[in-house]
């Protein structure tokens, strides 16, 4: 009877999952009962990029701004930023935003431009946001401090967005890397809102798109128990106002580390 009582109370659920996607209901969730914490974040953001942008140095002009957020990881921080630097795309400056913990020593290179936080903010969002808000560039992409890129994945990116006809967006596969080094698989799904409403294949290593007023991550403070992401959050948002497209060619080697805010792709029980 019991079994039958439990079925009949998860019949709401199931339907609102069914037609809405579980993930756009986990957020709808998260933007009420953390909807307190991003407004003080909101006010440390600004603070911060206003301080920042006063300062006696400022990113160069770039056509692509690349985002980097780090906290306390200098060894994998500076493997990523020389592959960002090594892309075949010159035309890029690259932004090293640390989270108050102090930046470690990193390549002499004119296009990077690396600042810190006056305190930590634990939120990956806030640290992304102050890079984008300190860059002018036509194009932002982003890269976590313990994943790389390939060579050519701006100018794959580019490739697709530059024609007149091109979208405002878009997210290449990732191969996906085990902590001992070994490779997962390779994650390469065509956009789909709706099913990415269902799925979560969507991360904004792979992501780069056009600056506008939507390309700005969620301040809500996320714990790694919390989805989805704000990765997730970022493009599907993105992606009701701008057109996004897949390109199916892996140029992210993305770390599936469990010590990390890394993607949970799978649905919770």
Do not use: C
């Amino acid at each position: 009877m019991s079994g039958v009582v439990r079925r009949v109370a998860r019949a709401p659920w199931s339907l609102l999952k069914a037609v809405f996607g579980w993930l756009v209901l986990f957020e709808a969730r998260n933007k009420v009962l953390l909807a307190p914490t991003a407004v003080r974040l909101r006010r440390i953001e600004d603070a911060e990029t206003r301080r920042l942008a006063v300062g006696p140095a400022s990113p160069p002009s770039a056509l692509v701004a690349t985002v980097i957020a780090t906290h306390r990881r200098p060894e994998a921080l500076r493997a990523a930023v020389r592959s960002a630097l090594d892309q075949t795309v010159r035309d890029q400056v690259v932004i090293v935003v640390d989270d108050g913990a102090g930046l470690p020593e990193l390549p002499d290179d004119p296009r990077l431009f690396a600042v810190s936080l006056t305190r930590n903010t634990g939120v990956a969002g806030v640290v992304r946001n102050v890079g984008i808000r300190l860059s002018r560039s036509r194009y932002v992409a982003f890269l976590d401090d313990d994943n790389l890129w390939e060579s050519d994945h701006l100018e794959r990116a580019l490739a697709v967005l530059e024609p007149p006809d091109g979208p405002d967006g878009v997210y290449t596969a990732l191969r996906r890397v085990l902590p001992d080094g070994s490779e997962k698989d390779i994650l390469s799904v065509p956009y789909d809102r709706r099913r990415a409403a269902r799925e979560s294949f969507l991360d904004t290593n792979a992501f780069v798109a056009r600056r506008n007023r939507s390309l700005r991550f969620s301040r809500l403070r996320r714990t790694p128990e919390v989805m989805p992401r704000e990765d997730w959050e970022l493009i599907h948002r993105y992606g009701r106002r701008y057109r996004v497209l897949h390109v199916p060619h892996p140029t992210v080697r993305y770390l599936m580390n469990p010590a990390s805010f890394y993607t949970q792709w799978g649905q919770p029980s």
